[in-house]
T-cell receptor
Framework: DAGVTQSPTHLIKTRGQQVTLRCSPKSGHDTVSWYQQALGQGPQFIFQYYEEEERQRGNFPDRFSGHQFPNYSSELNVNALLLGDSALYLC???????????FGSGTQLSVL | KNEVEQSPQNLTAQEGEFITINCSYSVGISALHWLQQHPGGGIVSLFMLSSGKKKHGRLIATINIQEKHSSLHITASHPRDSAVYICAVGRLIFGTGTLLAVQP
């Protein structure tokens, strides 16, 4: 069992560009949540996907959008990148809500 | 005021010491998570609690729903326990974490 896998592991973009991050959940998991973790801070909840729909959303602008595919994998898209979007983006999967979470190793995004 | 407060923010202990990390929250919750994050970003979920106490190896987590408080205890601490420990509640509102360094 590969657990939660995220790609790419590192990414460098420039201001104004768009980025897509990918997450494959642990086998048997149907819920994917995305988090942004700035350096020295705790993760901040971006949104959660279940049954291919965004179910919950944190306090992030519309530049942050996502998608979940029928195989439960998910993408996080960020448009019009800002320097402040530089962070570690973490994906976590679970079976529904309230279950034990499994985290991926994250994608380190640097915006120059 | 943050919805989830952890204390201490930084903790240095000697190998073998008993360690306690505290988490207080201000929102209503159905469950609380304790997470461990090692340098480089990898996060491991240690416990999910909705009441009482859970134990896994040298780790013990307790929660008092009425007082909106949880504690994570590490018995016989070891240098490999050095990590950031994060408390998370609700829609996964995270605390800023406790950086633990266990010195041999």
């Amino acid at each position: 069992d590969a657990g939660v896998t995220q790609s790419p592991t590192h990414l460098i973009k420039t201001r104004g560009q768009q980025v897509t991050l990918r997450c494959s959940p642990k086998s048997g998991h149907d819920t994917v949540s995305w988090y942004q973790q700035a350096l020295g801070q705790g993760p901040q909840f971006i949104f959660q996907y279940y049954e291919e729909e965004e179910r919950q959303r944190g306090n992030f602008p519309d530049r942050f959008s996502g998608h979940q595919f029928p195989n439960y994998s998910s993408e996080l898209n960020v448009n019009a990148l800002l320097l402040g979007d530089s962070a570690l983006y973490l994906c976590a999967s679970s079976v529904g809500q309230g279950e034990k979470l499994f985290f991926g190793s994250g994608t380190q995004l640097s915006v120059l | 005021k943050n919805e989830v407060e952890q204390s201490p923010q930084n903790l240095t202990a000697q190998e073998g010491e008993f360690i306690t990390i505290n988490c207080s929250y201000s929102v209503g919750i159905s469950a609380l998570h304790w997470l461990q994050q090692h340098p480089g970003g990898g996060i491991v979920s240690l416990f999910m609690l909705s009441s009482g106490k859970k134990k896994h190896g040298r780790l013990i987590a307790t929660i008092n729903i009425q007082e909106k408080h949880s504690s994570l205890h590490i018995t016989a601490s070891h240098p490999r326990d050095s990590a950031v420990y994060i408390c998370a509640v609700g829609r996964l509102i995270f605390g800023t974490g406790t950086l633990l360094a266990v010195q041999p």
